[in-house]
């Protein structure tokens, strides 16, 4: 079974950088998406950024052109590149794997999430 780390979350000014990595146990086959999803207290979880099969990356309207997905295959790790962070980005961050389990049946595969706080 495959895990997922995140780390690299804390607190950070409003205006301010972090970058968070999640490392995943083993390699996926079949491998669809690989994403970052975040949840605030009180609101549902929301997709931030995803890298699809094909490489195709898409962002969330609210980070685009801050943030910025990576990965490096050789490491099974993909990266979260946050600049000018503001107050509302503030939630558990969770790494996302969406791989195919059958030939037409996806499974998610979560980490355990990481903090991220902005202060104003």
């Known amino acids: 079974q495959v895990q997922l780390v995140e780390s690299g979350g804390g607190l950070v000014q409003a205006g301010g950088s972090l970058r968070l990595s999640c490392a995943a146990s083993?390699?996926?086959?079949?491998?669809?998406?690989m994403g970052w999803y975040r949840q605030a207290p009180g609101k549902q979880r929301e997709l931030v950024a995803v890298?699809?099969?094909?490489?195709?990356?898409d962002y969330a309207d609210s980070v685009k052109g801050r943030f910025t997905i990576s990965s490096d295959n050789a490491k099974n790790t993909v990266y979260l590149q946050m600049n000018s962070l503001r107050a509302e980005d503030t939630a558990v961050y969770y790494c996302?794997?969406?791989?195919?389990?059958?030939?037409?049946?996806?499974?998610?595969?979560w980490g355990q999430g990481t903090q991220v706080t902005v202060s104003s």
């Open positions: 890298i699809s099969s094909g490489s195709r990356i």
């Open positions: 083993r390699s996926l086959f079949s491998l669809n998406a």
């Open positions: 996302n794997a969406r791989a195919f389990v059958t030939s037409t049946l996806l499974h998610d595969y």
